[in-house]
């Protein structure tokens, strides 16, 4: 339709050639055969995309208008003139000249390549444990587990639907995605059977839903089901071998809940296990225990579609086997080298320790030498010269030690070698010390006619002599004093004092090492009679 595109071109085409130079005058131009009027509009369609930015038209043909862009560049035209198709296209008109031909034009260049798309997107898996948390008269709470793989494109969220028992219409509970894994859903009809179903959502689509197990019936429950654990169960609950176990788990529910056991994810054998419920309790019992009955118990109680679960971990334990192997490794002087492995029966618990006892091959007496001992191997010493030995080892655990033991088969023999005391040699200490006063001597005041006496302490080594003086006298064999020396204490003596007794005491030690001395005062005071009691006495 070249009718339509003729108006678009004609007035850039005339501005393109007001502002175009204008060529220098030729003598004789040459005659150019100029188009029909109805060929411009047709050569011109397809450099209009080049001026109104549009998408070329189906069927056109680029290379014209690359080409007439190259052809003002030539010329030296201004940047705003448009491309040569259109100035062909004002050649009717006489203001081109007729060597303005697209025929120099440049090739076209190649668009370029589009980038290479990413991969798609890829769903993530299912939703995982979808079970009921709550639920009422009107309401359903349920929660799951985050899927396992989530792909490249992460999570968006969830979307969970439910319909009727009966019936294949899903609903969707939520508007918008939820990331939490958990939700409520709300303005349900009480006495409805529902089936719930959770689906992961992320830009590569929905993934597989992950639904209940049973439809859930939407009533009011009274008492949600609750298991209370007593404290003692709660951690590990070992008995011995043989032992009776009577366990009661009480728990709460309303309507009666329904009770069921699993021994490691298994049916309870009920030859070996009895099992007795009641409303408000349920009874573990095992007559006489047996290793068979260790394991991990779990206990469920469920009302319609809300469950409590616990678990309980049995240990039947007993004797330990003994050590699996033993070995002297090595005799020399008067000790012997063991080495042993623990036992291939440890009686369901973990070994606590070793006894390791000798004999004498001449006696054949056992005697314990090493207790509670925790390492697999151990030196024997103090052993006698001249004896064989031979050794064993039992194996501890919480219930005792084994019943048996592990015997060494070689004998230890401790040679008999010639030994040549040599007592150590020690320097005699010298305990030579001079005189030291322990206690000195104090002052003191007597009563004229009443004995006294002076004390006080010393030490030296050896011992030393001990000398009395009064007043820097030396005081001899003189009857009116005694002095006394006795395992160190010093006294002095003096019979019914007088006024002159008074004055400076020293004592004085002296022994080859030298010598000390202490000094006291000693005041002698007279009694005063008054005359009344003169008188009386007379």
Not at 41 to 57: G, I, K, T
Not at 211 to 228: F, G, Y
Not at 241 to 256: D, S, T, Y
Request: charged share 25%.
């Amino acid at each position: 339709m070249p009718s339509k595109p003729a108006p678009i071109k004609k007035s850039p085409v005339k501005k393109a050639v007001k502002k175009a130079p204008e060529p220098a005058p030729e003598p004789e131009p040459a005659p150019v055969e100029a188009p029909p009027a109805e060929a411009a509009p047709a050569e011109a369609a397809p450099a209009e995309p080049q001026v109104s930015d549009a998408c070329p038209a189906p069927g056109g043909d680029a290379a014209p208008a690359a080409a007439a862009e190259e052809a003002p560049a030539a010329e030296g035209s201004a940047p705003e003139v448009t491309p040569a198709a259109e100035e062909g296209a004002a050649a009717p008109d006489g203001d081109a000249p007729a060597d303005a031909a697209p025929a120099e034009a440049a090739p076209a260049e190649e668009p370029p390549k589009a980038p290479t798309p990413p991969p798609p997107a890829v769903p993530t898996s299912a939703p995982q444990n979808v079970s009921v948390d709550d639920v009422n008269e009107s309401s359903l709470t349920i929660k799951w587990k985050t899927p396992e793989t989530l792909g490249d494109s992460g999570l968006d969220g969830y979307i969970i639907e439910y319909c009727k028992d009966g019936t294949t219409d899903w609903i969707t509970a939520n508007e918008e995605l939820t990331p939490s894994n958990r939700y409520c859903i709300k303005n349900l009809t009480a006495g409805d059977l529902l089936h719930v179903r959770v689906v992961a959502v992320n830009p590569g689509g929905r993934s597989e839903p992950c639904t209940l197990s049973d439809p859930v019936p939407i009533r009011e429950v009274v008492d949600r089901p609750k298991i209370r654990m007593p404290r003692a169960l709660r951690t590990r609950f070992v008995k011995q071998v043989g032992a009776q176990i009577n366990l009661v788990i009480p728990f709460l529910g309303k309507p009666k809940p329904v009770v069921s056991w699993l021994k490691d994810g298994q049916p309870i054998d009920k030859k070996r296990v009895n099992i007795r419920n009641s409303d408000k309790d349920s009874i573990l019992f095992i007559r006489s225990s047996q290793r068979d009955d260790s394991g991990v118990y779990e206990m469920t109680v469920k009302v319609d579609s809300l469950e409590d679960k616990a678990t309980i971990t049995l240990q039947i334990v007993e004797l330990p086997g003994p050590p699996a192997s033993m070995k002297l490794v090595d005799v020399w002087g008067f000790n012997a080298a063991l080495e042993w492995t623990p036992p291939k029966d440890n009686g369901n618990t973990e070994i606590t320790g070793y006894t390791i006892q000798k004999a004498d091959r001449k006696t054949e007496e056992w005697f314990t030498v090493l207790e509670n001992y925790h390492r697999l191997n151990a030196t024997i010493s103090d052993l006698i010269m001249g004896n064989s030995y031979s050794f064993r080892v039992f194996s501890q655990n919480k219930v005792g030690t084994s019943e048996t033991s592990a015997v060494t088969k070689e004998v230890a023999t401790i040679q008999k070698t010639g030994i040549v005391y040599k007592p150590l040699e020690y320097p005699e200490h010298d305990f030579s010390e001079a005189p030291k006063f322990t206690t000195p001597l104090s002052d003191r005041a007597a009563t004229v006619g009443y004995t006294t006496k002076l004390l006080c302490s010393v030490r030296g080594s050896p011992k030393p002599k001990i000398e009395w003086l009064k007043n820097q006298m030396i005081i001899g064999d003189d009857p009116k004093f005694r002095q006394i020396s006795n395992q160190g204490i010093c006294s002095l003596e003096i019979r019914k004092p007088c006024c002159f007794d008074g004055g400076v005491y020293t004592c004085r030690a002296k022994n080859a090492q030298g010598e000390a001395a202490v000094s006291c005062k000693l005041e002698v005071k007279q009694i005063i009679v008054p005359d009344a009691d003169k008188e009386r006495g007379k």
